[in-house]
């Protein structure tokens, strides 16, 4: 199962997996929205960069759209917030 909890300027991502061979992956850091676009920032696996993307809510699916992000490890960041449309969840 995976979530990205977007709060107060805070934003949580879990990947809790339950397959063999994969690894759980989690992270913690800021984001900014300035009109379609979203920047995460201070990520603990990407602390020296920042992460901007094109944001788009449609139906209760929010999809990503990497714009620059140059986090290390081969675009984890990137290749994780783009590998699904999201459930928009309001709690």
Do not use: K
Not at 1 to 26: C, H, K, P, Y
């Amino acid at each position: 199962m995976s979530t990205l909890s977007l709060q107060a300027g805070v934003f949580r991502i879990t990947n809790e997996v339950r397959e063999a061979g994969a690894i759980d992956w989690r992270s913690v850091g800021h984001y900014t929205v300035s009109g379609d676009e979203i920047v995460f920032f201070n990520d603990p696996n990407c602390p020296q960069t920042r992460g901007t993307y094109r944001w788009l809510v449609s139906g209760s699916q929010l999809t990503l759209e990497v714009v620059d992000d140059d986090c290390a490890f081969g675009g984890l960041r990137w290749r994780y917030l783009m590998a699904v449309s999201w459930s928009v969840v309001s709690t």
